[in-house]
């Protein structure tokens, strides 16, 4: 189980790291649970250090593909490792949609985090209307396969994939239980024809999308759901640490 903190474009110096340290309390009994919180980019460090000795995980929300050079406001792999990331997200909707970023974009961003030892959870989901036209597998497919084309994947632990569903992210709606556990087998199974049973088996399919602490057992609780990627119930330690809660006793 993995439940990780997508704080977004949210928090200050000051706060980043009083919210830091409350996660840290509230992962003291997250037993096999990890715990990852992935502030904005200017505040990695302070979090960084904050977390030193502790057992929650660095993450940061977006990268560049390139390894150095002229590419103004952008940061790369390699300072992200270098600044004691484990994880960072790749293609979150916000990114596609507000940025424009594309499958050809995620998919270079995946290949250039795996060569900098770092975990990218991938985001993929559909939009409102595509499900209502019945094709939120169609669309899923494509973005999970476009992000890991070409990828070289030795372990079950080296990419994080979260089902997010655009409707359900912060919007208050939820993805049932039901349309999350249907989504997340068709998930692993695609995996399964790229990559065998080993990596599928193994891999951490997250949901993401209005989680919190009234709906994360029902979620988490399903065969194929791996854990959360978190939102706004990530940005106060004591709600957060009710979903890790949640997580832990299932
Ligand atoms: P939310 O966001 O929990 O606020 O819906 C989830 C996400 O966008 O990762």
Redesign the pocket.
């Known amino acids: 189980m993995l439940i990780a903190g997508?704080w977004?474009m949210n928090t200050d110096v000051s706060s980043s790291v009083e919210l830091a340290r409350g996660v840290i309390q509230e992962s003291e009994h997250a037993g096999a649970v990890n715990v990852a919180v992935c502030p904005p980019a200017p505040l990695l460090s302070v979090v960084g250090e904050a977390l030193a000795g502790s057992h929650v995980r660095l993450g940061a929300q977006n990268m560049y593909w390139v390894d150095s050079g002229a590419f103004t406001g952008e940061i790369s792999a390699q300072m992200l490792s270098s600044l004691g990331c484990h994880y960072v997200i790749v293609g979150?909707?916000?990114r596609r949609q507000y940025f424009g970023e594309t499958d050809v974009e995620v998919n270079k961003k995946v290949r250039q985090s795996v060569k900098a030892g770092l975990v990218p959870i991938i985001?993929v989901g559909e939009r409102l209307n595509q499900r209502k036209a019945g094709k939120e597998q169609e669309v899923v497919a494509a973005q999970v396969q476009h992000a890991l084309e070409g990828m070289e994947v030795r372990a079950s632990d080296s990419f994080v994939i979260?089902y997010?569903p655009v409707w359900?992210?912060?919007?208050g709606e939820t993805a049932t239980p039901e349309q999350a556990q249907g989504m997340h087998k068709f998930i692993r199974t695609l995996v399964r024809q790229q990559f065998g049973n080993q990596i599928a088996d193994g891999l951490h399919i997250l949901y993401?999308?209005?989680?919190k602490p009234s709906n994360a057992e029902e979620l988490l609780i399903q065969n194929d759901v791996d854990g959360g990627?978190?939102?706004?119930?990530?940005l106060k330690a004591d709600i957060f640490g009710q979903i890790i809660q949640a997580a832990q006793k299932l």
């Open positions: 997508n977004k979150h909707s916000e985001c979260a997010e359900a992210i912060g919007t993401g999308g209005s989680m990627l978190i939102g706004g119930a990530s």
